[in-house]
Nanobody
Framework: VQLQASGGGLVQAGGSLRLSCAAS????????MGWFRQAPGKGREFVAG????????YYGDSVKGRFAISRDNTKTTVYLQMNNLKPEDTAVYYC????????????????WGQGTQVTVSS
């Protein structure tokens, strides 16, 4: 499975962005998709995850109520709608895929995209 993330950019605090992650190759019907982020000097942080069906969604505490993860009907594209962005949301955002249930540990994900930069100015 190959993952291609896009949609990052520069936005003012309070603004919105929508990230996309396109999956190609041979996605499995058990593929969970997740978004992680990594700020300079920090570890990779779980942002959100969604099950293959879309019926299960989980969010990191720092983004609950502001971010929303979804996937399209073909199951090959996952989105991260980010609202009310804050300067502390500035990071490189990565999409990832794994078999089985949603986990917040980056080590449990088998496939990773290249990352897209999100910068939020104050």
């Amino acid at each position: 499975v190959q993952l291609q993330a896009s949609g990052g950019g520069l936005v003012q605090a309070g603004g919105s962005l929508r990230l996309s992650c396109a999956a190609s190759g041979r996605p499995s019907s058990s593929d969970t998709m997740g978004w992680f982020r990594q700020a300079p000097g920090k570890g990779r942080e779980f942002v959100a995850g969604i099950s293959w069906s879309g019926g299960s969604r989980y969010y990191g505490d720092s983004v609950k109520g502001r971010f929303a993860i979804s996937r399209d009907n073909t199951k090959t594209t996952v989105y991260l709608q980010m609202n009310n962005l804050k300067p502390e949301d500035t990071a490189v955002y990565y999409c990832a895929a794994k078999r089985g249930p949603i986990f917040s540990s980056p080590g449990s994900y088998h496939y990773w995209g290249q990352g897209t930069q999100v910068t939020v100015s104050s």
